[in-house]
C-alpha cells in the first residue's frame, strides 16, 4: 500500500479519544466508504467490535493499543504511520457461524471471530449432546457449559477456560468444557476447521442454556449447530516484529 486513505475509528475511552484527535491533525480521515484501511484506536473488545462492523467490506484492519491487553493490537505511535501500514503483514481469518434454534421457535444466526459458548441459565448444569460431522461424540456432557473457539480467540475466554491455545495456521478449532462435572476427566478436543458441529440441549426446560456468538446472544436454546464461514474473511494487519503468530506462540510460554 504505498497511498493510504486512513479511516480512524476509536473507543469512547479517553485516551482513545485523544489520540485519534493526534492522529486525524496528522492523516486526515475519510469517511468509511472512502478507505482503503481501516484504523482502530482501543483495547481487544474495541477491536473485535471493529472487525464485526467492517467484516462485509473485506477491507484491512490496523489496530494500535489504547487498551489493557491488546493482544490483537499494535503498538501506539504518531510517527512514522503510512510507512507502518506499508509494511504491515495481513493475518486472514474467517469467522464461526452459529446457528441456534430457541424453545420458542426462533432461528438465532451469528458471526463469532473470538468464539461460540453455550453458558447454563439457571442454577441446574447444562446437559449437552455433542455431535461432530453428523456423529454423537458425546451422549452427554454435564458442565456450565461449552464453547468452541478460533484460533484468534484461543487466547482470550477459551484459555481462561484452560482450553488450548491454537497457532493461527493451525486450522483448528478448540471444543473447550466449561467447568464439566461428567465425565469428569474429558478436557475438550482439537477439531479441524473444516467441521460441523451440533449441540443438542438435552432437558431443556428444567436446564436451559443460552449460546453466544460474540455479540449475538441467543436465549433458551435446545439446538446450536456451529462451522466455520468461508465466505466472510477478515484481514487483521500486524507490525512484522509483532505479528499474531508471534504472539500467539509468545502466550504459550507466559507464566
Not at 46 to 59: A, G, P, S
Not at 207 to 228: K, L, W
Request: charged share 25%; net charge negative; with cysteine.
Amino acid at each position: 500500500m504505498d497511498e493510504h486513505k486512513i479511516r480512524f475509528v476509536a473507543s469512547d475511552t479517553p485516551n482513545a479519544q485523544k489520540s485519534m484527535d493526534s492522529l486525524t491533525a496528522l492523516y486526515g480521515n475519510v469517511e468509511p466508504e472512502e478507505a482503503s484501511i481501516i484504523v482502530a484506536l482501543g483495547g481487544d473488545g474495541f477491536m473485535i467490535e471493529t472487525l464485526h462492523k467492517y467484516i462485509d467490506r473485506d477491507i484491512p484492519i490496523y489496530g494500535m493499543n489504547q487498551g489493557t491487553v491488546g493482544f490483537l493490537m499494535n503498538s501506539y505511535e504518531t510517527s512514522n504511520l503510512p510507512k507502518r501500514l506499508s509494511s504491515a503483514q495481513a493475518a486472514t481469518l474467517h469467522p464461526l457461524k452459529m446457528r441456534a434454534e430457541c424453545s420458542n421457535g426462533d432461528i438465532v444466526e451469528g458471526l463469532a471471530i473470538n468464539e461460540v459458548s453455550l453458558i447454563r441459565e439457571t442454577r441446574y448444569a447444562a446437559k449437552i449432546e455433542i455431535s461432530v460431522d453428523d456423529r454423537i461424540r458425546l451422549k452427554e456432557l454435564i458442565c456450565d457449559g461449552v464453547m468452541i473457539a478460533t484460533p484468534a480467540g484461543s487466547t482470550a475466554y477459551n484459555l481462561s477456560a484452560h482450553g488450548p491455545i491454537l497457532p493461527l495456521g493451525s486450522r483448528l478449532f478448540s471444543l473447550t468444557p466449561i467447568c464439566a462435572f461428567r465425565p469428569r476427566r474429558w478436557r475438550g478436543a482439537l477439531l479441524p476447521e473444516t467441521t460441523n458441529i451440533n449441540l443438542r440441549i438435552l432437558e431443556p426446560e428444567k436446564r436451559p442454556v443460552s449460546a453466544t456468538a460474540d455479540y449475538t446472544e441467543a436465549r433458551h436454546v435446545h439446538n446450536v449447530s456451529i462451522g466455520q464461514e468461508t465466505e466472510q474473511t477478515i484481514r487483521l494487519l500486524f507490525d512484522p516484529e509483532h505479528d499474531l503468530e508471534e504472539r500467539i506462540l509468545t502466550e504459550q510460554f507466559e507464566s
